[in-house]
């Protein structure tokens, strides 16, 4: 674990992929054809601790929803790159609009799609019902699955390397 915390002291970005990141993976249709997702609070506040104490978050999805973007809103996320059926275009251009080299990102996926990002960015991890070769080129698999504390683990595990967690959990024992 020593060698995940040492790279997560170097991100200043954290790219997360949204079904079966963010959500559960699946896919809710109303019988008007509109999607749903269900995304976690938990997840969410993670999501609002890592942003204050200075990391840049992105979100990176190959499919396009209303839902994902009135989120992305909600959590103060800027950077959304949707409908981005391959992604390494989308975090290109991510890390030239945030000035970053890929070393200084940590991308969070779950499935094929997400591979090429996660050879390339300098903390890969993934949730556990990530297909074998994902996990295999994961440097870290979350214990949490998506949907379900995953992110929250993610933002913490960041926060708890690079000493700004405490800072962000102080608030609440007042």
Known sequence: MQHILERAKKIRAVVFDVDGVLTDGSLYLT???EE???FNSHD???IKMLKASGINIALITGRESRCVALKAKDWGITLVYQGAKVKLPAF???LQKLELDASACAYV???LIDLPVMLRCGLAICVPAAPALVKRHAHYVTCLEG???AVREICEMIMQAQDTLDAQLVTYLK
């Open 92 to 94: 290109e251009a991510l």
């Open 44 to 46: 969410g506040h993670g």
């Open 147 to 149: 949907g379900r504390g």
């Open 109 to 111: 996926g779950d499935d």
């Open 36 to 38: 749903m997702k269900a």
């Open 31 to 33: 019988d008007s054809g």
